[in-house]
C-alpha cells in the first residue's frame, strides 16, 4: 500500500510542477488578475501599521477562493491551505505589505494616489505573488496533490521599527510550521532570474540614536563652554572608523547617518544635537556585541570635548541566513519553472529584512525575485522612480507554489 501512494505522488508530479504543470496553468489563467491586483496595491500604497486597505484586499482574494482568512490585531492576516495529511506540519509563505513615506516619480497610469508615499520597495509584487501563490495551491489542493498544508503570512510594517514580523510572531503565526520560504524584490537582477544562496543573505540592521548634550553658550567663547557642534561633528566622522578598526574586517560592520540636528543661530554654540543613522553587520556574532562596544568607543571620544553623549540602540533585524535545505527546496521550484540555468548565485547585502525573526524560529529560505527589464535600466530600491517588469508577479507566485509542492519531494526544513 505504501509503494503504491508514492508511486501515484510520483506520477502526479509532472502534472503539478514544470512549465506545462498545474501551478505554471493555473498563475497563466490569471496573470491578468494578478497584475491588476498589484496595480491597485500600487495605486493606494499604506503605511506601516496602516495596511487596512490592503488587508481588506488580502482577505476579500483568499475569501473568494473558498479559504478562509483570520485578520490580525491592527492589519495584516494569515490563512490555511489544507493539505492532504494534517499531522504534517505546515509550510509557511510570508508576504510583506508596508509601502514607504517616499513619493512616487514615475508617470504610468497606476502610480501612487497617495502623496507622499508610495511602494517603492516592491511589496506590492510581494503581496500578489503569494495571491497568486494561493490561486495555484487550491487548485493543486483540490486535485488531491497537495500533501502539506501550507500558511499564508500576510505581514504589516516591515519598514517601520519594531517590525512586523516580531508582533506576528507574537500573535502564534509560526505555531505548526516547520519551514518558511519568502521573495524579495531585486531591481539589479532580469526579470526571468533568481537569485540565491544558502547561509547569510543579508545584513543585521539597527537604529542608532545619539544624544550630545552640553551648556551651550557664544560662539565667540568656545573656550568658556562645550563646543557641541565640533563634538557632533568629531562623532559623525570618527565613530564609524573606530568601529571598523575594533571588530573583525569580516564581520562587515558599518555605521551610517542619515540625519544630522544641532541649533538654529549661526552665532550661538547649541547645548544639545542628535545623530541617527543605521548600524549594520553580516555577522550575528558581532551583531550581538556591536551594542556594548558602540557605547565604550562613543565614551572615549567624546571625553575631550567634555559633552555628554547617549546612544539608543535598538536591535532591529538580525541577518536573514536561509537553511542549505531551503535553499534546496526553493532552488528545485526554481528549476521547475525557469530553469536552472536562471537560477543565480547572489551576494550578501547589507541591506536588512525583518524576515530574519522568522528564521530565527524556523528554518526556511528568501530569494531575490529579479523584476528588471533585461537591457532596461537599472532601478533601486526605496527611490521613487522604482520601475518593476511585472512578468515578476507570476514568476513569484510559481516559484513559492512549486516551493511548498517540492518541500516533501527534496527533502526536510
Known sequence: MEQSEQAAGTARQPSVLGPDGLIARTIQEHADDLRDVRRHLHRHPELSHQEYGTTDVVVRRLSDLGLSPQRMRGTGAICDIPGSDPDLPLVALRADMDALGIPELSTVSYRSTVEGVSHACGHDVHVSAVLGAATALVRVAEAGALRRGVRLIFQPSEERHPCGALELIGQGVLEGVDSIFALHCDPGVDVGHIGLKPGPITSATDPVTIHVRGAGGHTSRPHLTQDLVYALGSIATQLPAALTRRMDPRSGVNLTWGSIHAGSAFNAIPSHGTLEGTLRCLDHDAWDRAEELLETVLADLVRPWGVEARVTH????????????????????????????????????????????????????????????PGGRTYDLHMGDLMIDERAIGIGASVLAGACVRRDLVGGP
Open 314 to 373: 535598538d536591535r532591529g533585524v538580525p541577518p536573514v541566513s536561509n537553511s542549505a535545505s531551503s535553499v534546496m527546496v526553493l532552488g528545485a521550484a526554481v528549476a521547475d519553472v525557469l530553469g536552472r540555468e536562471n537560477l543565480d548565485p547572489t551576494a550578501q547585502s547589507l541591506g536588512g529584512e525583518d524576515f530574519a525573526w522568522y528564521l530565527e524560529k524556523v528554518p526556511g529560505a528568501l530569494a531575490r525575485l529579479g523584476t528588471r527589464t
